[in-house]
């Protein structure tokens, strides 16, 4: 079966970093992906880990460790507009993606 | 760069009523697309894997006869909720991938479902 977790919400002032973690238990893995989904929009892709280490890109990074089934986001420079839930999905076999729960991460002035 | 587009985008129909919610890619082909729903406050559950030529793969749980879903073309994908009943109600959004390493994945802007 699949497990992803991830915590449910986080609050950050502008400006500041912001870290949201991700755990996952999978019948395979085959990359990790990170998407950010305003409310009542689609997904819109962030970033894509399938070995061990740090992606940079921009304000965003993400950090994936296989042995430990243990992904995390940082956001820097929180801005107001990074207001928005945060989506850890696995990729298994076939392309298939499963996601966990999302992230809703309020910006506070 | 790559679009996969949904239409329409917000759709209310008659309980009892079918509808449907197309899916496509516009500037590549797909022989696989995906079929999410999202409950409000939810996350995105898999539906469906939409397969060119052949039948679509349901994910456990999923009704087959009740979401009916057609991968005629390489860029088009239609997913059909027949006899719609309210608890249908929800945000359904489509996802492609562009290449063979289906690193790059794209999702169509969603279509949200009302049934009254």
């Known amino acids: 079966g699949q497990n992803i977790d991830q915590p449910t919400e986080m609050t950050a002032t502008e400006g500041a970093i912001v870290q949201i973690n991700c755990t996952y238990q999978t019948s395979g893995f085959n990359g990790l992906f990170w998407y950010q989904q305003h409310a009542g929009e689609a997904p819109t892709f962030l970033s894509y880990n399938v070995l061990d280490g740090l992606e940079e890109k921009g304000r965003f990074s993400s950090f994936l460790s296989r042995s430990k089934g243990y992904s995390y986001l940082l956001l820097k420079e929180l801005q107001m507009k990074d207001s928005a839930s945060y989506l850890c999905?696995?990729?298994?076999?076939?392309?298939?993606?499963?996601f966990g729960g999302g992230t809703r991460v309020l910006v506070k002035p | 760069g790559a679009v996969v587009s949904q239409h329409p985008s917000w759709v209310i129909c008659k309980s009892g009523t079918s509808v449907k919610i197309e899916c496509r890619s516009l500037d590549f082909q797909a022989t696989t697309m995906f079929w999410y729903r999202q409950f409000p406050k939810q996350s995105l559950m898999l539906m469906a894997t939409?397969?060119?030529?052949?039948?679509?793969?349901?994910e456990q749980g999923v009704e087959k006869d009740k979401f009916l879903i057609n991968h005629a073309s390489l860029t088009l994908s239609t997913l059909t909720v027949t006899s719609a009943h309210p608890e249908d109600s929800s945000f359904y959004i489509c996802s492609a991938t562009q290449d063979s390493s289906g690193n790059t994945i794209y999702f169509g802007e969603g279509s949200w479902l009302t049934v009254v």
């Open positions: 939409s397969n060119e030529g052949s039948k679509a793969t349901y």
């Open positions: 999905a696995v990729r298994a076999a076939g392309n298939k993606l499963t």
